[in-house]
């Protein structure tokens, strides 16, 4: 098992390696704001322990975040391969009958696999959920609630899961054990009195907001989505031709009692389906939400596995590379890349944090936003002359959802006093050729880029 282990392992990392440079940038925003975190944490060492970079994230990315963008996504590569490598040992503990199943079965997760080339916090989770799991079921019960500890570091959710560790623990230990869940947050704390000298750093600036309330949707439709959404998506969280087996997986686990990997990722549904249902925290039932507990998934499936898994496998990984081509605003960097060529301003204010990277220059304290004409028209106003303003407004998405633009004219800013430098429209299509049918549903990508310079 260990040569086809290190055999599956490497094929897996030399593909998302070269996805990494085929694919520059990533499928959303998230992504490349993280990542610009950790390339200027060195500058500005808040940002190693502000909740909105997560610590620990920033804390590992931070030196490959130095040496730039690509290898910093790499890292992200290597960093799902070891969470595959630590399900396996995972599934072992647990006495699975092909432990190594849940290596596949984890890497050619449909959302998991997308994030993989990507500066996002969820595969660091996974590797983390992993290694928890890992030591849970070889009895460590105390070193998987420390690793548990360091789930809120990552992500938010963090504070579920690493709570559902300690009642999972708790029935096999004394209660005071899990003081132990503390040691992540504890950690996380002094760091942040260290580096800022404000013992309530973290409090003043974690998102207390809670979200702005949907025009389009009244709360009982609001309610549904968020309630629905999951089992709609699930076939891209595991693939569709693993679901069935992941099905059988739970049906397994439930009867055998093994209650903990059910919880993670039931309990992570139902939290992110509330928080949509109730419009709090500026939360949604995105996909990505249950990419970092994909480890608690590939168990149940690798537990339910009937037949021979090579052809479902090898379609799954076919469907998950397919995902990654075909998402569009991937593909906006091109874009971006033609319009700034050549181009070194003083100042610079975008509409997107690719600019920023391919400029390698400094983050902003604000930058345009979606809709809300009067606050840009201050934005921009408010500008040093030397500013240039990078402005995409890109459409295409699933079911040709429209372009949201930013408000501002040409008449706008030449009011604020810019001049119009640079505008073209560009039809980013996908590197395969794939039928116009599937195009036309809405996974084409138009972009218009227009420079205005103060």
């Known amino acids: 098992m260990d040569r086809k282990l290190a055999a599956l392992l490497s094929g897996y990392i030399a593909v998302g390696i070269a996805l990494c440079f085929l694919y520059p940038d990533g499928s959303e925003q998230d992504g490349p704001t993280h990542f610009y975190f950790c390339r200027w944490a060195w500058k500005y060492p808040h940002f190693f322990i502000a909740p909105w970079p997560r610590p620990l994230f920033t804390v590992l990315y931070a030196f490959p975040a130095a040496l730039g963008y690509l290898p910093a996504k790499m890292l992200s590569v290597f960093v799902t391969a070891a969470a595959a490598w630590q399900t396996v040992l995972a599934a072992m503990e647990m006495g699975l009958e092909r432990p190594w199943l849940a ?9 998991l696999f997308l994030l993989s080339i990507e500066t996002m916090t969820e595969p660091i989770f996974a590797l983390l ?3 928890a799991l890992r030591l849970y079921y070889r009895g460590s019960l105390t070193a998987a609630l420390v690793a548990a500890s360091f789930f809120p570091t990552i992500r938010p959710e963090g504070f579920l899961l690493a709570l559902l560790f300690a ?11 899990v003081l132990w869940l503390g040691t992540g947050c504890a950690a996380c704390l002094a760091a942040s009195w260290i580096v800022t000298r404000d013992p309530m750093f973290l409090v003043k600036t974690w998102p207390w907001n809670s979200g702005k309330p949907n025009p389009v949707m009244n709360p009982f439709t609001q309610s549904l989505l968020g309630l629905a959404t999951y089992p709609i998506v699930s076939p891209l969280i595991v693939g569709p031709l693993v679901l069935p087996f992941t099905i059988l997986g739970i049906v397994r686990f439930v009867r055998e009692r093994r209650w903990l990997p059910l919880a993670l990722v039931f309990g992570s549904i139902l939290l992110y389906s509330s928080l949509t249902a109730l419009n709090l925290f500026a939360a949604n039932a995105s996909l990505r939400y249950l990419a970092p507990v994909v480890p608690a998934l590939a168990l149940m499936t690798a537990a339910g596995w009937r037949g021979r898994p090579l052809v479902p496998l090898a379609i799954s990984a076919v469907f998950a590379v397919a995902l990654v081509d075909l998402v569009p605003p991937s593909r906006d960097v091109f874009a971006f890349r033609d319009a700034l060529n050549g181009r ?11 600019p920023y990277i391919l400029l390698d220059h400094e ?30 407004v890109g459409w295409g998405w699933f079911f040709r959802r429209p372009p949201r633009g930013y408000g501002l004219t040409d008449e706008d800013y030449a009011a604020a006093g810019y001049r119009k430098v640079f505008s073209r429209d560009y039809d980013l299509r996908p590197r395969f050729p794939w039928p ?10 138009r972009q218009r880029i227009d420079l205005y310079e103060k």
């Open 167 to 177: 009642i999972a623990t708790v029935r096999r230990q004394p209660f005071w054990k």
């Open 436 to 445: 116009k049918a599937l195009l036309d549903l809405g996974l084409y990508r």
């Open 363 to 392: 983050p902003p304290p604000v930058s345009l936003r979606p809709s809300d004409r009067e606050g840009n028209l201050e934005l921009i106003r408010s500008q040093p002359p030397g500013t240039l303003v990078c402005q995409d």
């Open 103 to 111: 290596a596949p079965i984890l890497l050619v997760s449909p959302v």
């Open 129 to 131: 959920l992993a290694v």
């Open 344 to 354: 070194r301003p003083a100042h610079l204010l975008a509409s997107k944090m690719t």
